[in-house]
């Protein structure tokens, strides 16, 4: 294994002879010992995105089935090279490094960051990765396209691909980016979308069916875990291999009887953000409001400038429908974020309402 530019055995490992420089490094140890155990149960944690975080125990052989069924989608064989740029302390890490353990795969870890390719040198073909959006989009606009061109398999999850990355991302890459549907639940991904298009569609892993509840969220039976997943998710159900993805059911927003869904308003606000080259992150919520029952708003992350507001106050309405459109626009010097560097909502707008943001 290749560990921040240092060549590091498994025996080494296992045998305790090697000594962390930092907690990723750390992580990985553990983990390729818990892994080398005799254990058979494995206990991951969500990351708390959408709620508490919760442990989850899988056993050695689903993950074993996740790593091959993953390895047959993409033929990871012997011989081919995994980086690893996010923290085994979460199943996206974790997995990773379970792939490479199975499949023979050469390890290049490093500890993460905005900009991973950074840290690897750039004579080593790495063959198989998987990043956040965050860190896609960096290495995109640091000018790295042609090295990422010559990765074989680009995974990106973790968050929504936005409209603006995707645009990069056809526009600079060939086809080898694949935006991932999947939890701590189902062990990582349950399905793809192949970026080479405008349209998000995500397709079925083998052996996955997809399904809706009465919410019209989805439901997902995977061989890999052996059992029903009911999610939160809000879909368009095409057929039961693949659907695309609208929103958080725990997130839609009622404001005087219209149920507004903010991850679909979010992607057509960021392209007018994209067009005022705006860089700030920011979310759309509903607060109490005595006559509508909530209202909309949006947060942006950041100071205003005093024309910030008042720009998006004059472009939105023409990018947005009457009703989709955010009765306010507030600001926060910063957002709160999990631990795997998701924006945390229900968090956030508390934080906003500890500013004096008060029902109407």
């Given at each position: ?80 090279t995994a980086l690893l740029c996010l923290s085994p302390e979460f199943v996206a ?173 979010e992607e057509k606000i960021a392209g007018v953000f994209t067009r005022l080259n ?83």
């Open positions: 294994m290749l560990l921040n530019n240092r060549h590091i055995s498994l025996p080494s490992i296992l045998t305790n002879q090697v000594e962390p420089l930092d907690k990723f490094e750390a992580a990985v140890f553990e983990w390729i010992r818990e892994w080398h155990s005799n254990a058979n149960d494995f206990v991951f944690h969500t990351s708390g995105s959408t709620g508490t975080p919760t442990a989850i125990t899988f056993t050695r052989e689903q993950l074993i089935r996740s790593a091959k069924s993953t390895a047959s989608v993409f033929g990871l064989v012997s011989g081919g890490g974790r997995m990773m490094i379970v792939r490479a353990l199975v499949t023979g795969m050469e390890l290049i870890a490093v500890s993460p960051s905005s900009n991973p390719l950074e840290n690897v040198p750039g004579d080593r073909q790495i063959d198989f990765v998987a990043v956040v959006p965050l860190q896609l989009q960096t290495m995109l606009e640091s000018g790295m396209h042609d090295r990422l061109r010559r990765i074989r398999t680009i995974l990106v999850g973790g968050a929504p691909v936005s409209r603006h990355l995707r645009e990069m991302i056809l526009a600079k890459l060939d086809g080898n980016v694949y935006q991932t549907y999947g939890m701590t639940e189902t062990l990582t991904h349950v399905a793809l979308d192949r970026i080479t298009g405008p349209e998000e569609t995500f397709k079925a892993m083998p052996g996955v069916v997809f399904g809706q509840d009465e919410r019209g969220c989805l439901t997902i039976t995977s061989p890999v875990v052996d059992r029903s997943v009911v999610t939160n998710d809000l879909v368009e159900l095409m057929e039961e291999k693949s659907f695309r993805w609208l929103g958080r059911y725990d997130n839609v927003v009622n404001s005087g009887g219209i149920k507004l869904i903010p991850e679909r308003i705006k860089q700030n992150r920011f979310i759309v919520a509903g607060v109490p409001h005595d006559r509508l029952g909530n209202e909309l708003i949006l947060i942006v992350e950041g100071e205003d400038d005093g024309e910030v507001a008042e720009t998006l106050a004059r472009e939105l309405p023409g990018a947005l429908e009457m009703y989709e459109i955010p009765r306010k626009t507030h600001f926060l010097p910063a957002f709160v974020y999990t631990t795997s560097g998701k924006i945390n909502r229900v968090e956030t707008v508390k934080r906003l309402n500890c500013k004096g943001i008060e029902k109407q």
